[in-house]
């Protein structure tokens, strides 16, 4: 049977099944219609291959991506490599300026800009950043403190050189930065390019000096006291100042000596030449444990609405806040006191755990030359004299048997100086009142059983020096014999002796002056105790004016001089003014309190002279 006959017999065999062609039939394939609009011819096929539609646009993107790259790589390697036709790195920029400079002295900042291109630059621009606090020449940029000129185009290889002033104000030692940027468009292109650069300027010496004394750590809430001191470091004398304060978030302003003309936060203080001024400022601050807190002062002038800064100092405060707390607090204005003054205090407490505290105790030390001891008394508490302390606690004050988680509460003293300060020999000057404060606890709670809980306070009250100024008038007096009729007459010069007496105590007292008129009918006779300094007359506003530059401890001094009356007919039986009012003022170092007193006139009532009777007062005929 042929394979013919036996593929015949499989067709029409049931459920045959075929395996698919191995190949395609190689038959003739039939004729195409007519086509019914001109085409391209294809090109021939090779029998038994096929050819893909989308190879030419395949090979097309590849060489539109190869030409891409060549081309970039051609532009980054003219741009970059080749050089340097126009490259940003060819553009040199420089800044010089001073290293430092004295506060408010004038500095220059000198740019250079050089183009090193082959091609010109279409647009330039200089921006300029001065220095923080700096007072620019140009009156535009002092708000801003930001400058922008406008350069123009640059030639290939053209250099300019552009100087920007200010004059420099700031906290001494400290340094400020300055920056200067370039903005430039390479000609033919769209593109802004930018550099920058900067440097620091150190403010080398003010010509006024800031120190701000006060303490270093205080618990929150408790009174603060500055004591800021400025001090002119120069010749030449500065008018017109201004000092002012920035105050730390949480800080409530309470005073402060001499007293603020703004806000409470800027002071007049005038004309300054070489003398030593303070300004005393006193408050509350608060604040978290740990927390830092920073006092800003600053002296200089307003020029034109600007503030001119010559000194300036920063003062850091830290915030600490002891688990049981006790501040000392007393009436004693400023922390000081006068021999003989009864001072009361408290001791304010408070339990700043988390949980209640059992069995609460609190000590207060006072010692001091000048503390009378038999004066000591507490509200229910006991002192113990051995040990020169207060004792609260239990026994005496419940409220200490447990204080709840936050509970606060008070103790009361009181105690009182000496009426007598014991000085001895010059070293004994300068008292002081030490009082130091300390609670704790025998049981802590549970959850502190290894920490100390105890915390401590301390403060001093100042004894302030009891300065005894005295003016005496005398007719008969032992260094100047008499002169002129007594009782005074009409007509007739009757002379008298003036005595200005200072007693010193305890401390030193510096720039005392002492100032007094005569009336316009009295005569100056120019006649002064012999060997005393100090003491002038001035004729023109009649002002008698006594200085003495200091006065130590345990010192006294007098001077004194003689003028004259001749009377009129319209002070008959009347006792006339012969020295108008007085004043004295003066510091004393040890406390930094302005000393003042003032004295009513002088009339020929003299009752210190002992020989002088009532008839002899008033003017006769």
């Known amino acids: 049977m042929t394979e013919l006959e036996k593929l015949e017999k499989r067709l029409y065999k049931p459920n045959e099944k075929f395996k698919g062609r191995e190949k395609p039939p190689e038959l003739t394939p039939s004729k195409e219609k007519a086509k019914s609009h001109w085409k391209e011819e294809e090109s021939q096929k090779e029998p038994g291959k096929e050819t893909s539609p989308t190879f030419p ?8 991506l190869v030409g891409l790259i060549l081309t970039l790589a051609g532009l980054f390697w003219y741009l970059f490599v080749k050089g340097p036709s126009f490259s940003p790195k060819n553009i040199v920029f420089e800044l010089n300026s001073p290293e430092k400079a004295k506060v408010g002295e004038l500095a220059k900042f000198e740019i250079k800009l050089s183009n090193k291109n082959e091609i010109p630059l279409a647009s330039t621009d200089i921006v300029f950043e001065y220095p923080e606090n700096a007072k620019p020449i140009k009156e535009e940029t002092k708000k801003t403190l930001r400058e922008r000129r406008k350069i123009g185009r640059m030639e290939p290889n053209e250099e300019i050189k552009e100087i920007f002033e200010a004059y420099v104000f700031g906290e ?6 300055f920056k200067a940027g370039i903005e430039f468009r390479f000609e033919g292109s769209n593109i802004i390019s930018e550099k920058e650069i900067s440097g620091k300027i150190k403010i080398s010496g003010s010509p006024i000096g800031i120190n701000i004394e006060g303490p ?3 618990n929150s809430g408790q009174a603060i006291k500055l004591q800021i001191n400025y001090l002119s470091s120069e010749t030449a004398l500065f008018k017109n100042l201004i000092l002012e304060a920035e105050y730390p978030p949480e800080f409530e302003f309470k005073k402060a000596e001499p007293s603020p003309v703004l806000q409470n936060k800027r002071w007049a203080i005038g004309d300054l030449g070489g003398d030593k001024r303070n300004v005393v400022i006193e408050g509350i601050l608060k604040g978290n444990n740990l927390e830092e807190k920073y006092f800003k002062i600053r002296v200089g002038e307003m020029v034109r609405g600007e503030f001119n800064v010559y000194g300036e100092s920063v003062k850091k405060i830290s915030i600490k806040q002891e688990f049981l707390e006790a501040v000392i607090t007393t009436d004693a204005k400023d922390q000081i006191a006068l021999p003989g003054q009864t001072v009361r205090g408290e001791i304010k407490y408070k339990n700043n755990l988390a949980s209640g505290v059992e069995n609460v105790k609190i ?7 000048a503390l009378d001891e038999r004066s000591v008394a507490a509200s229910q508490g006991y002192y113990l004299g051995n040990e020169r302390k207060i004792v609260w606690q239990e026994g005496s004050f419940r409220d200490l048997k447990y204080l709840e ?4 509460g008070q103790v009361g003293f009181q105690f009182k100086l000496l009426e007598k300060l014991p000085v ?3 070293a004994d000057k300068n008292f002081i009142v030490d009082l130091k404060a300390k609670i704790e606890t025998a049981s802590p709670p549970p959850d502190y059983q290894e920490i100390n809980l105890a915390s401590e306070s301390s403060l001093a009250i100042k004894v302030a020096s009891a300065l005894v100024f005295s003016r005496q008038g005398f007719y008969y007096y032992k260094d100047f014999p008499p002169s002129g009729p007594i009782p005074p007459r009409v007509g007739k010069k009757t002379i ?5 007496s200072l007693a010193n105590d305890s401390n030193d007292i510096s720039g005392l002056e002492i100032r007094s008129f005569l009336p316009n009918y009295m005569i100056w006779e120019n006649k002064i105790l012999s060997g005393e300094k100090g003491l002038e007359y001035n004729d023109k506003n009649r002002e008698i004016i006594w200085k003495i530059p200091r006065l130590e401890a345990g010192e006294g001094v007098q001077t004194a001089f003689q003028i004259g009356l001749a009377p009129s007919l319209s002070q008959i039986n009347a006792s006339p003014v012969i020295l108008g009012e007085t004043f004295l003022r003066g510091q004393n170092e040890f406390t930094q309190q302005i000393i003042e007193e003032k004295k009513a006139a002088m009339t020929t009532e003299l009752r210190d002279d002992p020989k002088l009777t009532f008839n002899d007062w008033r003017v006769k005929e």
């Open 216 to 218: 270093e750590e205080i």
């Open 172 to 177: 001494s030692g400290k340094e400020y930065e």
């Open 496 to 500: 008298y002796t003036v005595i200005f």
């Open 57 to 64: 646009i395949f090979r097309f993107l590849i060489i539109l």
């Open 405 to 408: 988680s936050g509970e606060e």
């Open 363 to 369: 000590e207060l030390e006072i010692f001091g030359k």
């Open 424 to 426: 001895k020999s010059s």
